[in-house]
């Protein structure tokens, strides 16, 4: 498996699917959220709307698939990162359950090439720093590895650019 940085807006990357940093209700919010719902159109958000009537949502940790609607991508994996409480209330094992079950989705699904975003580090104010050192390690140690070609983790903001660069190397 590949491993590629990229610092650009995830809704521009031409991969099999792209991951978005969901919330519970599945139904769109802020940030990447936000922009995968509205760049990839109302067939995602009817596809989510599916899922959350048959399962009530998507808990944190966990993964659900769409299609990507009018996004260079096949599929969008929806995952629920861990809001950050101070590190006491199973924050980090959730983040790396992210991770986790979107590749074992991805291996699923026959997935090559995925594009993650960086979970949980916006609103829900987990340590930058920190998140990138479990996205990383998560994916380097994923079991399954040589089933997926490229991950490319996908850097909006300058700051968790520089950190991804830094731990990759």
Known sequence: MKIELVHGDITEI?????????????????????????????????????????????????????NAGLLPANFVIHTVGSVWNGGNNNETELLKNCYLNTLNLAVQ????????????????????????????????????????DTVIFVCYDYENFELYKENLH
């Open 109 to 148: 699904k026959e997935i090559k090439t995925i594009a993650f975003p960086n979970i949980s580090t916006g609103i829900y104010g987990f340590p930058k720093p920190l998140a990138s050192k479990i996205a990383i390690n998560t994916v380097k140690n994923f079991e399954m590895k040589n089933l997926i």
């Open 14 to 66: 031409h991969v099999d699917a792209i991951v978005n940093a969901a919330n519970t209700s599945l139904l769109g919010g802020g940030g990447v959220d936000g922009a995968i719902h509205k760049k990839g159109g109302k067939e995602i958000l009817e596809e989510c709307i599916t899922i959350r009537n048959a399962q009530g949502g998507c808990k944190p940790g966990e993964a659900v698939i769409t």
